[in-house]
């Protein structure tokens, strides 16, 4: 009986152990739990663009220099193109010159989620909306504002609110 309780409590051990794992094999799939905003991949193919898509459910990156809101400094509001949740402000956004949109902080500090990542031989901090768990870029503490944070976001993750249109639309 006593070699059965043991063999018991390693079951339980290995189950737990399992589990781990498996949680940590989630996240390196791109999968975050706990979000609002939840669909399949079928699902996201059909409402984002497919550059769109390789950024934000595939974490991809968008070449330097050519995404739409690198040098774009109008006032406004910057979303997530995938759930549209508020995540930067025009104020906090600076020029880094190295060809992404810059923040030095989020509007929230809940509006994204800071994820470990070892990919391509680097450690990096990645950066996700917290309401879908789309990627948005990454995050380095070599900022030149009073943050020292550097929120470097792939235009293609996000869309904008100019102030004009969002006082137009309120007036509505
Ligand atoms: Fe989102």
Redesign the pocket.
Known sequence: RKDMRKTNWMNGLLLVFAIGLTSCYAQNKNEMKD?K?KKTEAEWREVLTPNQYYV?RESGTERPHTGEYDLHFEEGVY???????E?FKSDDKFDAHCGWPSFDKAIENDAVVEIKDNSHGMVRTEIR??????HLGHVFNDGPTDTGMRYCINSASLGFEGEEEADAKAKE
């Open positions: 979000v905003v934000l979303s997530c193109a995938g759930c549209g949740s995540l909306c917290a309401n879908c768990g789309g």
